[in-house]
Structure formats: C-alpha cells, structure tokens
C-alpha cells in the first residue's frame, strides 16, 4: 500500500486530522480488503460474478497494477468491445471460456504487456523482476503471498 493510494481512499486512520505514514503503520489486512482492494479493484471486475477463483485473482490483480489496461486487453482477449467497463457481456464472455486455458492466455498476455513497457520506456526495465515476481506468485489454483505462504482454492474447472 501507498500513501498515495491510501490518500484516494481518504481515511484517517489514527484520527489526528492528516492521512500520512502513520495511517499506513496502523494498517490491518481488513482495512486494507475492505477500504482499497475490494471497493476499488475488486468490484471493478464484478469478481464476485465471476465463476473462477483463479481468473478472478489474475484479473483483479492486473486491474490494480495497470488500471484499466487490466480490464480492456482481457476484453479484447474475449472478442468483446473493450471499454474497460465490465458489464453483462464481459461476464457472459469470460465465464463461457475454459477457466485454466484462458488464465494461461492472460498469464501470457501479461507478460507481453510488461515487455512492451519495457521496450517503450526502458527505463522501466528497472521493475521487470519485481513485476515478473508478482505475476509468478499468481497460479491457476493458488496465490503466493510475499511471506511465503501459499493458498490454495478448488477452482470452478
């Protein structure tokens, strides 16, 4: 979290009158799900209404790393008009495909996405493990968190 994304999302956490650093050092996992990831990236891609765990955390991933890049290039993907809106057609779209090959196919896409930031603005280049990293950590079935851990979910197949 940043205090810049924590700035949008306007909570005063310690109450004293200023969102800053200290809000952030008091930060909990909820606050954190509730107030940002849920509202704002989340609900974004409608992922409650989206029939595949491992789809909905890629998406949803992508989304909060590159705005709406995250929801337009997995539009196009699905053949659907890519308006960086999820609506009906989207969901529809996405839920018909096969879950694991088209968690492949985004996977895949994001990589090329990452290598055309590079190549367009190589100064970028500096970010490419720490971006690869994230995206390695996300898999068809399970997420790996930073600590290590790893969760795993039974995924619609």
Do not use: C
Request: glycine fraction near 8%; avoid cysteine; hydrophobic fraction near 40%.
């Amino acid at each position: 979290m940043t205090i810049a994304t924590w700035r949008q999302v306007g909570y005063d956490k310690d109450g004293d009158g200023d969102i800053d650093v200290d809000d952030l050092k008091l930060l909990t996992d909820a606050d954190v799900v509730n107030r940002v990831m849920k509202p704002h990236y989340w609900n974004r891609w409608k992922a409650d209404q989206i029939k595949s765990q491992s789809l909905a955390n890629i998406l949803v991933d992508w989304v909060w790393g590159s705005g709406a890049h995250g929801i337009k290039i997995p539009q196009q993907l699905l053949g659907v008009t890519a308006d960086g809106i999820v609506g009906p057609k989207t969901l529809a779209a996405l839920n018909a495909q096969d879950p694991r090959t088209f968690f492949n196919r985004i996977k895949a896409r994001r990589v090329q996405f990452i290598e055309s930031i590079i190549k367009r603005t190589p100064s970028q280049a500096v970010f490419r493990a720490g971006w690869l990293r994230r995206l390695d950590s996300i898999n068809f079935g399970s997420l790996t968190y930073n600590n290590g851990k790893v969760v795993t979910f039974a995924d619609n197949q």
